[in-house]
Structures are given as structure tokens and as C-alpha cells.
């Protein structure tokens, strides 16, 4: 027979799985709801077995209803934990993804089919994102607008690359007209060798045009 | 330990083999008789976050005797740390428990088993070795011809794969690490050959 | 002990570098010490930050006169001007988010006192107390504000386990020594102590490592 926590352990092994997957898969609504319950009703339960006692309880002549009360009261803690490791893992997730760009929209989006109108807006229950996430999601991206716009020449949210390799040598082994880059036109006639940025010519090497050097 | 490592929570729902010291009316329900007092005496299997502390607190009496004592649970019982000293590598951990050494750690701390801490410590030892030999095989990092690993008795082929899937979650996360590890250093080594 | 008194002992030219070039090495220190470190560093209160953003400013409005120039010769200098840029970017934005990721993993924890919350920025502050209350309000909009109000604490110690996580301050670092030293670090089976020479290289325990890099004695790798 199920035991007190189990119910919570199931939303672990959930966010067991959460954290190794690309994606957020659906909140377990109904398991949230089934672990918290248990809580109340082991809150409950502590209530009802103090009652008779009138507020003297001394546990050293009441070993067995101690014993009972410390068992409540370790499945209520487990049971929190659960749910919150639960949904701090989702919240992590979340996060990377505001940290990487996406929107709240298209995640709603992904399981309604991307149909118009606002899939948050309705929160009709086939969003992966429970109503509050959605709330969480929001806020965390403006929390983390207003951070980036504290540094808007550095672009908090770019590349943790080093830049290596940023400029190179690359020769021209036929002619390939001017090309635009960030800092100005350059002629590519053949032979010439030039000193560029190497994101501007990438697909004109990969083309054949030029050759990297050195 | 960390309150919200989803490892740790996981590591402390393995169970433990108890025993009840006394009779207790309300959790019938833990022996599966919800209708009917526990009574003294009845072994339990409890999930780790409540076996640890019933064992720890006193229940109250002059004695001062615990609510349950606990057994070794079979991840732990003799038959496996037998096997242990035999040859550590050999042993598929997750097999016994997936959270091998985090319940190994617990059970150290109920207990003082100085014999089987020193066995655990032998076996993290030896198999971390294997474990960090093979993330550099996985996916061709590892050098060709003479190395140290030719000391090893355990190819990449069928024992290699044998050895990988008994990993328990800890050595599984040194595995991800010294895979990791070894294939950013050798992208680094080709990085500086190109110079 | 500040890091100009630290180079000024170990670097007697050091007047003799311009400023922006003492910035750039401050700020790469910085760096590598924050990356390193397994907890939140002090954040540099010298307003390097606020000259370093200036500092990007001006490339960047430099950058931005050069450009469509077509002399090769301004060319080159808007090639080093541009790849100078770049670093500075990219050192400012990966020491912010090494340190927001600490923060975000313990923010209870450098929220908890004073001497904690003042390794922080003004900025970092605002955000880690922000983050922490919508995380709150999410919690209790999920499940939590139906809890009895006993269990209702995010901070509590109580089952034996302390709900505030901390960094893990024996983990293992590496350091290089600015002076002769005497280091003393604990081992698992047992403690060592030795006379280190300067600019050797070891690796301790950032706890055992820590006053040494206080002290000015040594610098984080």
C-alpha cells in the first residue's frame, strides 16, 4: 500500500528526468495538487492526535503517539521538498530559456498547436507551463531585461566563447567582388590577401572564394 | 547535501531494512494493515528520510532506547562487500542501488562499520580509475598504443560496456565530467597544433 | 589590501603603466579569480567597472567614426580597436554571468548578512533580491501558501538539513604564489604544511587558499 511521500518521490523522478531533457514537459498538475493535499491532511492528523492532550503533551509517557507525530511531521517536510525541488527545477529551466532568447509564446505554443490568439492567454491546459509558470516566466524576463539594460554594450546574453580567432589572414584565390563588413567594403580581386573579421568571410570560404591562411 | 539537489532527494527514498521497538497504534498502515496497531517487533522496509531519524531520536523512555533499530540493506549486506574485495570492477553498483555510495554514506553515518567504509573507499578508488579511463576511450579521445591503460583487463568491447551500465548516479556524473574533461582538452590540443 | 598595493609590491613599474592598461590586467584578474573561486568574490569598489564601461563606450563611438573609412591604414587601427573591443566585452560578460550564476545558486545565502550581501553590487543586489521573491511568490502561488503556516519558511534548518544552501568552500582550487609563503592545507587523510616559493604553482582547499589570496600572498588560476 502507498506510504506517506511517495507521491512526492514521483515528482522528483520527474524532475529527474526534467533535467536531462532539451524541452519542459508538462506539469504534473495533479500530482502537485495530490502531494500538497497530503500535507494538509497530515497537518490534520498532528491536530486531531494532540486534541486530547489539551496543549500537556509529554512525549517520554506517550511514546507511541510521539513516535506517530514525528513520522507526520517528517512526511509533511519530505513532501515540501519534493514540491519545491520539483518546481525549482522547472524554474531553472525556465530561466535558460529566458537566458537564451525564447518566448513564453512559442513554449505555450508548442502543444496547442501554435494556434493564434495567445495560447497564454487562454490557458486552456494543453500548455506544458502551468499558469504560474507562465506568470514566472514573464517576470523573470523583465527581472533580467532590466539587468541587461544596465550593460547594454556588453551583451549579457551573447557568446561565452572567448573571441579567438577573431581575425584572419585568408587569401583570394578568385575574384569575388566587394563584400560589406562591419567596417566597410572590401574588393576581393584574386590574389590579394586581406586581414578580416573571420564571421564575415566564413561562407565565402566555405564557397571556394578565399583561403584561410596560416 | 543540498536541499534542493534532485540526487539527494532521490538517494534518501532508498529503503532500509527496521524493526519497531514498540508498539505503535496509528501506523499499521507502514506494514500494510492500516486497520491494525504496529506492533513491536515488526520489520519495516522505510525510505531513508524517515528511517534516519527515527533511528536517531530517543524515544523517551528510561532506556533511552530508539523508536526502530535498522539492518544493513541488502546493497550493503555481506554478499556484495564480499564481492567488493574481490574485485570492485566487477561489481555493477546500479544494480544494487542506482544512489550506490550516496547510500553507502548514509548508512556510515547511522552506523560505525569501519571494515565496510574502508571497503567503499577502495572501490570508489579503484572503479574512479576505470571510470576515468573509459570517458577518454568513449567517442575516440583516447591515445592509440602504449599507455597506462594497457593495465587495465577491461576492453572498450563487451566488459567495457558491462562496466559503464553498472555505474551508480555518482560515478555516472565523474564519467559525464571526465569525458567532458578529455574532449575539451584534446579540441584544445588540436586547437594549439593549428598555430 | 587592495590589488594596486598588491602590484605595486609585486610590479615596481607599475606607475609607469597607463591606467587603462592597469585596468585591462585588473579586470582580467578579476576574471580568472571569479571563475575559480567556489564562492562569490567581493565585487571591485575601485569603480574599474564604471572606467572599463567608459572605457567601451569610447571604442565604441571610435569604432563607429572609423567605420566606411576606407584609408587601409585606419583600417588596421579600427581592426585592433575592434578585436581590443571584443575582449573587453567578452571578459565583462563572462565575469557578470559567472558571478550571476553563484548568486542565483545560493542567493539565500549571500541575501543572509550584511558582509554577504556587501560582495554584491548595487545592481547584482537588486537583482538577487528580485529573483528570490518572484521564486517565493511562485512557490506559494503554486502550493505553498496552502501549507500550514509552520511550513510555510523557505529558510528554515529544521529535519536536519538546512534549507539555505551554501557554496562548498573545501572545494579544491588552484593558486599561484606572489611571494614566498608558508601554506598550510588540510588533506582527507592528513594535513600538510610547506615552505612555498614564489610563483609556484599548488593546489589547496579555496578555505585553506583564501587568506593567502586575502593577504595579497597569492592569486587564484
Not at chain 2, 107 to 121: N, T
Not at chain 3, 30 to 36: H, N, P, Q, V
Not at chain 3, 43 to 55: A, H, M, Q, V
Not at chain 3, 121 to 146: D, G, I, P, V
Request: net charge negative; aromatic share 8%; with cysteine.
Amino acid at each position: 500500500m502507498p506510504m506517506y511521500g511517495d507521491l512526492g518521490n514521483k515528482l522528483v523522478q520527474h524532475a529527474k528526468r526534467t533535467q536531462n531533457l532539451a524541452h519542459l514537459p508538462s506539469y504534473q498538475t495533479e500530482l502537485v495538487r495530490a502531494v500538497a493535499r497530503e500535507v494538509r491532511d497530515l497537518d490534520k492528523d498532528v491536530a486531531s492526535l494532540l486534541e486530547p492532550f489539551q496543549g500537556s503533551f509529554d512525549p517520554s509517557a506517550e511514546q507511541a503517539t510521539a513516535c506517530t507525530l514525528l513520522v507526520n511531521h517528517l512526511s509533511m517536510r519530505r513532501n515540501k521538498r519534493c514540491l519545491l525541488a520539483y518546481h525549482r527545477t522547472r524554474t531553472d529551466k525556465l530561466e535558460e530559456l529566458v537566458w537564451s532568447g525564447s518566448d513564453v509564446l512559442d513554449l505555450a505554443g508548442q502543444q496547442t498547436g501554435g494556434g493564434n490568439g495567445g495560447p497564454v492567454a487562454d490557458s486552456g491546459g494543453s500548455s506544458s507551463l502551468s499558469p504560474q509558470e507562465e506568470d514566472y516566466f514573464r517576470q523573470y524576463g523583465d527581472l533580467l531585461a532590466a539587468y541587461k539594460g544596465q550593460w547594454t554594450d556588453i551583451d549579457l546574453t551573447g557568446s561565452l566563447e572567448p573571441p579567438r580567432d577573431l581575425f584572419i589572414d585568408v587569401r583570394v584565390l578568385k575574384d569575388a567582388g566587394e563584400i560589406q563588413t562591419e567596417y566597410g567594403a572590401i574588393n576581393l580581386t584574386k590574389n590579394s590577401q586581406f586581414y578580416v573579421r573571420q564571421g564575415d568571410v566564413e561562407r565565402l570560404i566555405a564557397q571556394g572564394y578565399l583561403q584561410k591562411l596560416g | 547535501m543540498s536541499y534542493y539537489d534532485i540526487d539527494s532527494i532521490l538517494t534518501q527514498s532508498e529503503k532500509i531494512p527496521c524493526t519497531f521497538q514498540l508498539d505503535i497504534p496509528d501506523l499499521g498502515y507502514l506494514d500494510n494493515t492500516p486497520t491494525q496497531p504496529l506492533k513491536a517487533g515488526t520489520k519495516v522496509n522505510l525510505p531513508l528520510w524517515l528511517a534516519e531519524m527515527l533511528v536517531i531520536a530517543n524515544s523517551g523512555d528510561a532506556e533511552g532506547k530508539s523508536f526502530v533499530t535498522f539492518d544493513l540493506p541488502p546493497a550493503l549486506g555481506n554478499d556484495v562487500v564480499q564481492a567488493l574485495k574481490a574485485d570492485p570492477r566487477a561489481v555493477p553498483l546500479r544494480d544494487q542501488s542506482p544512489h550506490f555510495y550516496g547510500l553507502g554514506t548514509h548508512m556510515m553515518d547511522l552506523s560505525e562499520e569501519q571494515e565496510m567504509a574502508a571497503v567503499l573507499r577502495k572501490t570508489f578508488v579503484t572503479r574512479a580509475a576505470e571510470v576515468a579511463l573509459h570517458a577518454r576511450k568513449v567517442g575516440g579521445v583516447g591515445h592509440r598504443g602504449k599507455g597506462p591503460e594497457e593495465g587495465s583487463n577491461l576492453g572498450i568491447g563487451g566488459a567495457g560496456e558491462e562496466f559503464l551500465r553498472g555505474l551508480d548516479e555518482w560515478e555516472r556524473k565523474l564519467f559525464r565530467k571526465a569525458h567532458d574533461g578529455a574532449k575539451s582538452g584534446k579540441e584544445w590540443m588540436e586547437g594549439v597544433k593549428k598555430h | 589590501m587592495d590589488i594596486d598595493d598588491i602590484l605595486r609590491e609585486v610590479d615596481p613599474t607599475f606607475h609607469t603603466i597607463p591606467q587603462e592598461k592597469r585596468d585591462l590586467q585588473e579586470l582580467t584578474r578579476a576574471w580568472t579569480a571569479e571563475r575559480s573561486a567556489p564562492e562569490l568574490l567581493p565585487w571591485p569598489t575601485s569603480g574599474l567597472f564604471e572606467r572599463i564601461n567608459d572605457s567601451i563606450k569610447h571604442q565604441i563611438e571610435k569604432v563607429e567614426e572609423m567605420t566606411g573609412d576606407m584609408d587601409p591604414k585606419t583600417n588596421f587601427a579600427l581592426i585592433v580597436i575592434q578585436t581590443e573591443l571584443e575582449r573587453y566585452r567578452y571578459l565583462v560578460r563572462s565575469y557578470l554571468r559567472a558571478r550571476i550564476a553563484k548568486i542565483d545558486r545560493h542567493t539565500l545565502h549571500y541575501l543572509s548578512t550584511d558582509d554577504l550581501r556587501a560582495r554584491l553590487s548595487e545592481m547584482e543586489l537588486a537583482y538577487a533580491t528580485r529573483h528570490q521573491a518572484l521564486l517565493h511568490n511562485h512557490y506559494l502561488s503554486s502550493f505553498l501558501s496552502s501549507f500550514p503556516a509552520g511550513l510555510q519558511n523557505l529558510n528554515d534548518a529544521a529535519g536536519g538539513i538546512s534549507m539555505i544552501e551554501t557554496p562548498d568552500l573545501d572545494a579544491a582550487v588552484f593558486i599561484r604564489l606572489l611571494k614566498d609563503t608558508f601554506v598550510t592545507a588540510r588533506g582527507v587523510d592528513e594535513d600538510d604544511a610547506a615552505n612555498m616559493r614564489e610563483s609556484d604553482i599548488i593546489i589547496l582547499r579555496w578555505s585553506d587558499a583564501k587568506p593567502l589570496v586575502e593577504a595579497g600572498s597569492a592569486e587564484l588560476v
